[in-house]
Nanobody, 120 residues
Framework: QVQLVESGGGLVQPGGSLRLSCATSGFSFSSYFMSWYRQAPGKEREFVARISNFGGLSNYADSVQGRFTISRDNTKSTLYLQMNRLNPEDAAVYLC?????????????WGQGTQVTVSS
């Protein structure tokens, strides 16, 4: 059974930091590219950051570049997102995604999300 469970969200003041985690099980974590997405109320889900299966490559949305850092620990099958200098526009539900394409078939798994609120 595939599971992706996000944690680490909460209420933080503008300028503060949070570290999100996504604990996974039920699939071969190191075979998948992992990503963070976010969705604010009334808005489309948007890409935040992605990391390659062994962590050698990563890319970020322009809006978080230089403030957020994505990382992974394949020994723990866990994905992380360090978020610094948070601002109110970063408030959203943050979701973890696992994706791979193998022999033309795409496997795509999602977590339930963790809420991040940025407010003074």
């Amino acid at each position: 059974q595939v599971q992706l469970v996000e944690s680490g969200g909460g209420l933080v003041q503008p300028g503060g930091s949070l570290r999100l985690s996504c604990a996974t099980s039920g699939f071969s974590f190191s075979s998948y590219f992992m990503s963070w997405y976010r969705q604010a109320p009334g808005k489309e889900r948007e890409f935040v950051a992605r990391i390659s299966n062994f962590g050698g490559l990563s890319n970020y949305a322009d809006s978080v570049q230089g403030r957020f850092t994505i990382s992974r620990d394949n020994t723990k099958s866990t994905l992380y997102l360090q978020m610094n200098r948070l601002n109110p526009e970063d408030a959203a539900v943050y979701l973890c995604n696992a994706r791979r394409t193998i022999r033309g078939r795409e496997d795509d798994f999602w977590g339930q999300g963790t809420q991040v609120t940025v407010s003074s």
